[in-house]
């Protein structure tokens, strides 16, 4: 669907831009990226405002999320009007329609694809065995099933293939290198361990799928009353009762519950992590047929297949000959609980695995950390030299065969024929011809030589990971303690990435700022209120709701409230208007603790309001501290508490807030039965459909809002009219249709909406303050200096993003800006074009970002980008792209969710620097899972983000230790790792290769068997993890205090391919030494196979052991066990080896260890082989130390002064 | 590992999130603030460095040159001696009946102290061939009653469907060349006991095993054995069944246990029995003395003695180096942001 919607947008942007086909084509792809994330699909298409049905849109208000309302969990529709009865028509003209129309959304039920569900039929609806039952599995084996199906898993990894076809080739009789159990001990290890992991997972699965199943449930029986029955025992049809905080067990349409209108608040915590509370409706046509005992509906549902999408739901019922469509809000998803409402009565018609929250439950798909795919390209050199090595040792064996040909039946030590008498005689004996051996020669060889690929190195890896997510799990400098939140590792395969990042993208709001909302100023009819002044107690007293959050109050506006002398002034009328619309204007729900206040109850009764947006309750609450306190809200009425006086007031209909209009109106009936239509929203969309036009109250009210803008403060403009009869009934008309119409309902209310919302009286201006979170100048300035690229990417406008850019030290009066702020494509391209040449930037080429931002980096640029930028992304990407790689600071103004991700893939795909996006809320999800790496904040919003991210955390600060420290240490201890391990590996195959050159190409190894496959798995992997995890090159204190040693990340110091290739260099002479030094002392002596080859493992295990231990960084207690006790166990298992009779190897190590060459010449081989890389590093050190080096030097010599 | 869990209803998902709300506990290890020793290459510890591996590796050498100097080894290929100046298809002679015994004189040049080791050195011999190695069974050896686990053994391990004793290759190469030694008419007695691994003879060749079948077949690769004699007790076959490592190897065949004084002449009477011609193998006999070091090889002093002087010059470098081009320690103007401002 989104395909052919931005095909259809390219196809036009292209027309009306002349593009050619290749941008489009380009651009289309980049469509194809974004679509492969399920939660964003649908919304997107939707926010891309095709004139689709948009359902009813949502009711936030806040101008941040102007283009993010298709994103948002759960819709609130308010369906309560009665339908009217012509929609058989609607329906079968829609779907006819929708036959010839080239989309289909899957928005409305095909007869074709409809399940039906008769309600409280449970045996009629399963007739066809079309629905699951309610019995859920996450669990992915049984005790049968569980070793092939693990085994199976296990084995779609490469690298178990790779183990497997190496155990497979070596049991072929002609290449048994290794005996059977050697060979395959590696891999059973690797299995087992897997499995054990697997299967304790699996039945902890299982326990709490039991526990789930177990649940019982109130279910209507046969004889016509609720009984309890177990969760896994209902059925799609059954009709059930949910009581007051109890959750739901499946996915249920509603058909009445304890309120009269049929309203059920719930709450959605485990399905989106969003705690406030969310409402639902049952039709009215069915409420009245619903008692708490009883359930007299009967009918059928029709709803579509299954599918995962939380947001919507489409279905209609058959119920006493009519057809009700139901819709998103009509129906409860498992897995939520049921809250301020007594009981509700609900059919199911998803059960078990089919149900959205089970349906949702699948993992994101994983990242892969830029690093590993740079060691997958050295893997590929790895390949290259095992291929080399096997050639090598295949012409050799051709060579020596050919050689020898006439001599294989004499050779004492190679006999291809049975010269015996006997069965067998003159038979050959595993001699396959000579291009065969050849074969087995090249594939034994790739056996002896297998661990050259690191298959260990992925598991090594992945226990580093690990260990090193522990240690920023239990960072207590990264727990936010007000809100007791720890830091979160979602994924395991990116941290080194932390190291690396050269762009932040960042959310503003929520993340940079705390996403509460505090009502600071407000603007009544061109009047300024807000230099908050104490409140005389007098006035305090008369409060009777007390709220969460004290609102400082200005007196002069309460006194202009409370003034008793000419109520009917025009600026005292606006006033109680301004607040009435604050109060009743919104979708909050306000929810009183306690039983309901009595009379004689003079206590202070709390009220705590619960909405989706922050701003809707900071208004609320500041209205309630002027006196106007939204007490009840249903859907046909909201009550006001004015200063005691309740005011009720009937909710004629609301025009929820879109993205198209963002604004939000709500037509009252007043008692005094004046209607009013009160409009809230945002100034660019208000100040078009005023009446009193640039009059004083507006020049006023502008001059407000721009300082409020300037003070960083989010402004809404609210408004209000008096509709006449005619008005009104035209309206009604309009309305009615709209919102019970099946197709192009959002227009039509749009259409409506714009009926009333026109020539509006100004009320005011209200500026809500959301404050910075503690640290976020500092962490930005840090992350500057780390050479870290920060954008802000916010939704907000260009006023206030500035002034936020100032507040948090993004922008510095030093900086040139650059505001980029056009209407048309056109327009834009000339001022990018102009600001190009103006700072000088130079087009680039793909990639090449970086140099050129070296030469210019010092200007200092800010861009402001203020347009409909989608063109702008698809048309000037170059363009965009080029200059603001070259500033240092971006922000990005009024920019949608899909712009985001869009943003973040333009860097993404045209550099090789990392990003890290960072937000808050659904809006972010699509940049978080775009980026290379993703943060949630676990914020106010939710937890969309941080279900999306890759790490979560309770505030933007920490991002400054996040990265600057463990992004530091991940890096350098995963680079590290790396390179050691092909080190490792490479060195004892290269030390192999060699002897099997001294052994006729025969692919002896003089080292046992056990040994050979021991020598990666026990004994040099245990240091090998502890340094990857534990070990520090600089402490936190000194990374924090240069930020710039980050750059060590960017410029890949740690991994890149001139290391790898000094490496394997180093690798060579080392195994060059370490074969030939033994060789040349043995020589003419009588040492034989097995001696050599004790002294060769214990040489190589003491060399890499030693190896490592000169490169670690900072020394403690369990490294040095670790390190050392390596070279002991491997020492243990020597002596155990060689204490089996059976083995050829019997007691050669104590025959070994009793002679002083052996040891001297272990000695030499230590030093010789280490002395090369020993001067190198001194040498480069002295030379060219690096900014780690003087780090290090830096922090011992403080230490030895005593200052740390 | 399992990336991201799922977000699936239920419990688990709520326990996972009470686990994330308690507060980390504090120690020096969950914040990595343990107190860690980091080693600095400051100047002085990377020339005393140096110069600890020149002292330790200069004395170390020196001692090793001297003891590989004292040994006395006196080497004499004779595969090509004797041989008849008139025999020109060696392979044809060697495995003829003939008597191949041959007579070879050897010079003292130095004082042998006892025990003198003999030794015999094949060459061009692959006993590392990975046919080779495997072509034994540990089992037979070891115990009589699994004499028929032949299987490893192929294709050497039966005869006429009997198990050959020891089977399999190695054995049925056993060397078979013998030597007599004489210094002055005055024969020398060669002792053979005890030159096999005691580990060998005790744990893998058994004491109630025998000879069976050995060296029975059309071709014969080397020494027969005597079948009245128990495998332990045939110290050659336990140091041959010792295969070795590279394609030119000694064997130790006995032991003279007196002094031989400078300038003796040993006459030795050789067989001269051993099939190395059809590979082009050398045959060597060789006497040497040894010292706590093994026997001759000048190999490991000289190493030392490079390594150490070569550490030695290295310090001095790096002196030099320091006085030069002096840089002081956490200096920060080297730091890459001080050395060329505003880039990044």
């Known amino acids: 669907m989104l395909d052919v919607k931005l095909r259809r947008l390219f196809t036009l942007l292209s027309n009306v831009l002349g593009i050619g086909i290749e941008s489009v084509l380009v651009n289309l792809s980049k469509g194809h990226a974004v679509e492969s994330f399920p939660l964003l699909k649908e919304g997107q298409g939707q926010g891309q405002g095709q004139g689709q049905e948009q359902g009813q849109g949502t009711p936030m208000d806040s101008h941040r999320r102007s283009h993010s309302n298709s994103l948002l969990p759960f819709e609130i529709c308010e369906n309560s009007k009665p339908h009217h009865h012509h929609h058989h028509h609607h329906h079968h003209r829609s779907r006819s329609r929708f036959k010839s129309g080239q989309f289909d959304d899957g928005f409305y039920v095909h007869e074709a694809n409809a399940r039906s569900v008769y309600i409280n039929d449970p045996k009629r609806t399963n007739e066809n065995y079309e629905f699951t039952g309610n019995e859920i599995r996450t669990s992915s084996y049984t005790l049968l099933t569980f070793l092939p199906k693990n085994l199976f898993i296990q084995f779609h990894r490469v690298a178990y293939l790779y183990f497997l076809a190496i155990a497979a080739l070596n049991q072929l009789p002609p290449l048994a290198v290794f005996g059977r159990t050697a060979s395959l001990f590696p891999l059973l290890f690797v299995l087992c361990v897997t499995a054990i992991k697997d299967g304790y997972e699996d039945w902890r699965k299982h326990r709490s799928d039991r526990f789930e199943n177990n649940r019982d449930c109130l279910v209507l029986q046969e004889h016509g009353n609720f009984r309890p029955k177990k969760w896994n025992r209902i059925q799609a049809g059954d009709v059930v009762k949910i009581s007051a905080d109890e959750m739901i067990p499946a996915d249920i349409v509603l058909l009445g519950t304890s309120d009269q209108s049929g309203i059920a608040y719930i709450q959605t915590m485990n399905l989106d992590g969003e705690s406030n509370l969310k409402t639902r409706f049952a039709r009215q046509e069915t409420v009245t047929a619903v008692t708490s005992e009883s359930c007299g509906v009967t009918g059928v549902i029709r709803c579509e297949k299954p599918n995962r999408n939380i947001y919507e739901f489409a279905a209609n019922m058959e119920f006493n000959g009519n057809k009700i469509p139901l819709n998103q809000s009509n129906i409860v998803l498992r897995g939520c609980v049921l809250k301020n409402t007594d009981w509700l009565i609900g059919v199911v018609v998803c059960a078990g695995q089919e149900t959205k929250a089970m349906l949702n439950s699948a993992a994101a798909p994983p990242k892969r950390s830029k690093l590993e795919i740079y060691m997958n390209r050295e893997t590929g050199w790895l390949s290259i030299f095992l291929f080399v090595m096997c050639s090598a040792v295949a012409l050799g064996t051709a060579v020596w065969l050919v050689r020898h040909k006439q001599q294989l039946e004499t050779l004492p030590y190679y006999r291809k024929t049975y010269l015996n008498l006997g069965p067998h005689f003159g038979q050959v004996y595993r001699y396959y011809g000579i291009p065969m051996e050849i074969l087995f020669s090249f594939l034994s060889s790739v056996i002896v030589f297998q661990i050259m690929i690191p298959i260990s190195l992925y598991i090594t890896m992945e226990l580093v990971r690990v260990g090193q997510s522990y240690f920023m799990v239990e960072d207590m400098d990264m727990h936010d303690s007000s809100c007791g939140l720890r830091f979160q590792c979602r994924s395991f395969n990116i941290n080194e990435d932390l190291g690396q990042i050269r762009y932040i993208f960042s959310d503003k709001t929520g993340t940079l700022t705390e996403n509460k909302m505090e009502f600071r100023k407000a603007s009544v009819f061109g009047k300024n209120y807000g230099s908050s002044m104490p409140v005389p107690p007098a006035v305090k007293s008369k409060r009777r709701w007390k709220l969460k959050s004290e609102i400082p109050i200005d007196y002069d506006l309460m006194t202009l409230l409370q003034k008793e002398e000419d109520p009917s002034s025009e600026e005292r009328v606006a006033a109680h208007d301004f607040f009435i619309t604050l109060t009743a204007c919104n979708t909050v729900i306000p929810v009183v603790n306690g039983s309901k206040p009595s009379k004689e109850d003079d206590g202070v009764v709390s009220i705590d309001y619960q909405g989706e947006s922050p701003d809707e309750q900071a208004l609320v609450s500041a209205a309630s501290a002027y006196g106007y306190t939204l007490f009840e809200r249903t859907s046909g009425h909201v009550v006001v508490d004015k200063n005691g006086e309740k005011i009720r007031l009937e909710v004629l209909g609301m025009h929820e807030f879109d993205s198209v209009r963002k604004r939000m109106s709500v037509v009252i009936r007043f008692p005094d039965n004046a209607v009013k239509v009160l409009v809230k929203g945002a100034d660019t969309s208000m100040l078009s459909i005023l009446a009193n036009d640039k009059d004083s109250v507006w020049h006023a009210t502008q001059t407000h809002l721009n300082e409020y803008s300037l003070e960083g403060l989010r402004t809404l403009v609210l408004a209000s009219r008096d509709l006449s009869e005619e008005e009104l009934e035209a309206w009604q008309s309009a309305y009615a249709e709209a919102s019970t119409a099946l197709y192009d309902r959002a227009i039509k209310l749009r259409h409506a909406a714009s009926l009333i919302e026109c020539k509006l009286k100004l009320l005011g201006a209200t500026g809500i303050e959301d404050r910075l979170q503690e640290g976020v100048p500092d962490t930005i300035e840090c992350l500057r200096q780390a050479g870290i690229k920060v954008w802000v990417l916010t939704g907000d406008k260009q006023e206030t993003a500035i002034s936020i850019g100032v507040s948090c030290k993004l922008l510095t009066p030093d900086m040139h800006k650059i505001i980029i702020n056009a209407n048309s494509e056109a327009h834009c391209r000339d001022l990018l074009v102009q600001a190009k040449a103006r700072y000088g930037v130079r087009p680039s080429g793909k990639g090449q970002g970086n140099g050129k931002c070296k030469t210019i980096a010092d200007l200092g640029k800010e861009e402001e980008e203020d347009t409909a930028p989608m063109a702008l992304i698809i048309d000037g990407t170059s363009l965009l792209f080029d200059l603001a790689t070259a500033c240092r600071v971006v922000i990005c103004c009024r920019v949608a969710p899909l712009q985001k991700a869009g943003i973040v893939n333009l860097i993404k795909s045209r550099t090789d620097d990392m990003t890290l996006a960072i937000g808050d809320g659904a809006n972010d999800v699509s940049m978080i899972q775009m980026a290379d790496v993703g943060v949630g904040i676990c914020g106010q919003e939710g937890r969309q983000a941080v279900m999306a991210s890759d790490f979560a955390m309770g505030q933007f600060r920490f991002l400054r230790k996040l990265l600057l420290v463990h992004g530091h240490w991940n890096y350098q201890r995963l680079g590290y790792l790396v390179l050691y391990n092909f080190y490792r590996n490479a060195v004892f195959v290269f030390m192999l290769f060699w002897y099997i050159l001294c052994s006729a190409f025969s692919t002896t190894s003089a080292l046992t068997e056990w040994s050979c496959v021991l020598y990666s798995v026990i004994y040099t992997s245990i240091p090998t993890v502890i340094v990857g995890v534990m070990d520090k090159d600089l402490s936190q204190k000194t990374l924090l205090q240069y930020p710039k040693l980050y750059g060590a990340g960017h410029r890949q110091e740690a991994y890149n391919i001139r290391l790898f290739w000094l490496t394997m260099i180093d690798t060579l002479w080392q195994s060059l030494v370490v074969f030939l030094i033994p060789v040349l002392t043995y020589q003419n002596s009588s040492i034989d196979i097995w001696s050599l080859g004790s002294l060769w493992t214990i040489a190589i295990v003491i060399l890499v052991t030693v190896h490592l231990a000169m490169d670690v960084n900072g020394w403690i207690l369990i490294m040095h066990v670790a390190v050392w006790g390596s070279i002991f166990i491997t020492y243990g298992c020597l002596i155990v080896l060689d204490s089996i009779p059976l083995l050829p190897n019997y007691w050669t190590i104590y025959h070994l260890a009793c002679s002083p060459t052996y040891w001297i010449t272990i000695l030499l081989v230590t030093v010789v082989a280490l002395l090369p890389r020993f001067a190198c590093k001194v040498a480069s050190q002295i030379l060219w130390p690096s900014d780690i080096q003087i780090a290090r030097e830096v922090e011992a010599i403080s230490k030895e002064h005593g200052d740390w | ?344």
Not at chain 2, 197 to 213: A, I, L, Q, T, Y
């Open chain 2, 1 to 344: 590992m399992s990336s991201s869990g799922a977000a699936g209803a239920g419990s688990t998902d709520s326990t996972a999130a009470r686990r994330n709300t308690k507060r980390p506990k504090y120690s020096k290890f969950t914040q990595q603030e343990l107190p860690a020793c980091k080693p600095i290459l400051t100047p002085r510890a990377v020339i005393s460095a140096f110069l600890l591996v020149s002292v330790v590796f200069v004395p170390v050498g020196v001692a090793s040159l001297l003891a590989s100097r004292k040994v006395v080894e006196i080497v004499y290929r004779y595969d090509s001696k004797c041989i008849p100046k008139n025999v020109t298809n060696k392979v044809a002679y060697i495995q003829s009946s003939a008597d191949k015994a041959c007579s070879i004189t050897l010079n003292v040049t130095k004082h042998m102290k006892s025990p003198v080791y003999i030794y015999y050195q094949l060459d061009n011999f692959y006993q590392n061939h990975r046919r080779y190695v495997k072509s034994r069974s540990d089992e037979q050896l070891r115990k009589r009653g699994e004499e028929n686990e032949t299987s490893t053994c192929k294709p050497e391990d039966m005869v006429n469907g009997r198990a050959i004793v020891p089977c399999g290759l190695i054995a049925w190469s056993l060397f078979n060349d013998t030597y007599s030694f004489s210094v002055n008419k005055r024969n020398l007695t060669v002792n053979k006991k005890g030159i096999s691994w005691k580990s060998d003879r005790n744990h893998k060749f058994g004491k109630d095993v025998f000879p069976k079948n050995f060296q029975n077949s059309s071709i014969i690769g080397g020494a027969h054995l005597n079948e009245s004699i128990p495998l332990r007790e045939q110290e050659d076959l336990i140091v041959w069944m010792r295969t070795a490592a590279l394609p030119t190897f000694r064997k130790l065949y006995g032991k003279i246990e007196e002094d031989l004084k400078e300038g003796e002449l040993v006459n030795v009477t050789l067989n001269n029995n051993y099939n190395t011609y059809s590979f082009n193998g050398k045959k060597k006999l060789v006497l040497s003395t040894t010292t706590w070091l093994g026997g001759k090889n000048d190999f490991l002093g000289i190493a030392y003695l490079t390594v150490g002087g070569l550490c030695f010059f290295l310090a001095l470098a790096f002196t030099i180096v320091y006085f030069v081009k002096p840089r002081q320690l956490g200096d920060p103007s080297y730091l890459s942001w001080n050395r060329n401002p505003g880039g990044h």
